[in-house]
């Protein structure tokens, strides 16, 4: 067990203050994510339910609004067919990390994202926390001071 | 000394004759004595007595002969009577063919030569023919006209043996040759003919010529009975082949003695044979006029007796071996003859055995040669097909399977007949009665000899049509199992999910574990209505009208009455169910606590009406589902405070969020709630079943 700083409301400082991008088609997995990330002292962004939606969300969040984005959570299968990968792609453009959650028996992800960090759908909160800890770490080695 | 010692004198020369022509008293004769007679006669004398050839002199009228020692050995019977005798009485015996030759002589005066005249002559004391040729010359007397002739004899009898010996010999060369060639057609007509009993016929021929026979036979063995069946004959009187029909061990006859010794009988005559004498069988030959026999055992080539070969004769005889030199030519092509006709005759029975066989099973059966070319079909397979022999025979049963198993059969077949292994496949054949295409197992096998040659292919077709479509169907189903079975694990997991997240975020809204109860309830409750309605169905969707009034009246509501229900038939999928089943479980809801349902509304009425509004002009436009819920006469309408959370993000964002361009409207009116949506009906959502209200009965709703 590593034991980790945390702040006033018992959160990893790591965690504290970031904007994280959630994508997911359904509604009530969507809501739940985000409580999940309000809890873990994070800000979510979104939640977007298609593609296009979080590519809106994109342009609003960081182009537009000069805003930043830590992290992403991508549900791979958006429904009607779409997948997320081609907003996996600019994420990795752009250099948001990000975590694919995938779940009930979803067709198997294409050989090329099998690398990518994932996430096992139902998740608890810690798992989450865990998940998206891995993430920012590898992302920036240094904890963000400013961000406290 | 006077004439007569003159006389007695002449003629000069030594040796007998000389001697009995100057003894004899020639005066007594026609002739007078010699002193008279011409010179030109005793000339020819001294020539003929100085002669070393045996020569005649006949002279005059009545051809008085002279002769000299030398035609002694040729005159022995007639010596020496013949000495002044007339040529014509000396020689009376051959006169026939010698008269005109003298005749001639006589009258032309040319020499004429009578050739190997045959003559009984004398040889060492027995008598013999011998053969001479005679040179007749004309002699003339002293006036010049002919007189006589000088006769000289030249024996040619060895000649005349030598010619007879090479003309014999060249008969018998010729009739070898013939036999020969004789052999020699039969060999080809051997492998040409196919029908045994004419060339039975042919054998009989050859037989009968080579042998120089009169009549002929051919039995064949009866291995089970062992007894001779004539199956040819010639030359017997027919109550005496009736009577040979079948020759067994104990008959008399030559080739019943033959069967017994197994080696060839030679009878030279059959009126002496011990076994034959006093039978039933010598009545058979005698009523045949055969009085000599022989008969010849045929054997296969290993050893095998297969029949008997017989020649018989009108007179008693003996054959040449020379003679059977030829025959046994004859008795080992007959042989090789009758183990082909038994072996082809075997063949035969098989082959009815197996078509018997063949036509007795429900398969299709045929049979191939090398080049998986068929030769022949079972009646199955005709009728089953259609087709007849020649159709299909060769590669025709290609014609007749299904298009798309053609090639892959075709080259398997071949294949399997390369490699001389079995085959077991299957392929479709179609049917002539309806034209369709049934499946079949088909199978071919390699037929060996004896020494384990492939000669030929059998193959059979089982009809599994039935068998393989249940199969297919089985496969497909468990297939279709398998699929529903995941799709029945994602449906679990799906609900799981729905359960656990509404869970937590109703946790997460509720004041007291009550209000936690009464939410968790209803919503989880309206959850399980909208799968039930799902679940229902065969195909996974839900009708609209259905959704709205389950719950509505599971909340109180009274069709008809204090709720109205009315737009066309929507059909929605599984997401558009259970997203607008949690908005209008909220809608209800909130109704029943604080608007229309609620006791403060006695009069509280709602309505709930659709329509779907068509395509619009471009491609990606979906048809519209308007859907409004309007509450009325409901006093103090405000949405509670403490409710606005949750239940409101249900209905607005959920149905956003969820179906890609739907809209929503929350209002919150003096008269009690209304709310639309506005649901593009694309295919993932849902469709209409029946034509779109018109806009006013949508309109004009229960307000």
Redesign the interface.
Known sequence: MIFRPTDAAGHDTMLTGRRILVVEDRYLLAKETDRMLRRLGCEPVGPAADAAGAFALLEREIDGGGGRLDAAVLDIHLGDGETVFPLAEELRRRGVPFLLATGYGSPGIPDAWRAAPRIEKPFAARDLAAALLVLIAAAAPFPRRDAR | MDAPSISRAWPQARGEMAERIRVRNWAATPLGPPETWPQSLRTAIDIALASGFASYVWWGRDLIQFYNDAALAVLRATHPAGLGESAQAAWSEVWEAVGPLVERVLRTGKPVIGEDIPIIAERGGSTATAYFTFCYRALRDDAGAVAGMLVTAIETTGAVRAREALRESEERFAQQLNDARQLQLLSAELISEQDPTALYERFLDAMIAVMRSDAASIQRLNPDANDLELIAWRGFDPASAEFWKLVDLDSASSCGEALRTRKRIIVADIDACPFISGTADLEAYHRSGLRAVQSTPLVSRSGRPLGMISTHWHEPHQPAADDFSRFDILARQAADLIERAQAEEKLRESEERFRTVANLVPDLVWRNDLRSHADWYNRRWLEYTGQTMEEASGEGWLDVLHPDDRAASRMRFRQAVENGEPLAQEHRIRRAADRTYRWFLVRAEPVRDEKGTVVQWVGTATDIHEQRIALDALRESERRQRVLL?EL??RV??V???V???A??TL?NAETLDDFHESFEGRLNALARAQHLLVDRDIEEASLSELIEHELTEYGGRLGETVTVDGPDVRLRP?AVQ?LVMAVHELTVNAVKYGALSPDAPDGRIAVAWAVEPAGTTIEEAPRLLVRWTESSVPNVAPHPRRRGQGR?LIE??LP??L?GAEVQLEFREVGVRCTFDIPL?S?VGYARSMAISQDDYSGGAE
Request: no cysteine.
């Open positions: 995941a694990q994602h997991n799906n799981l999910a729905m656990r997240v509404i937590f975020q997460a997401r997203t993000d964002e959920a969020h969820e890609r694309r993932d």
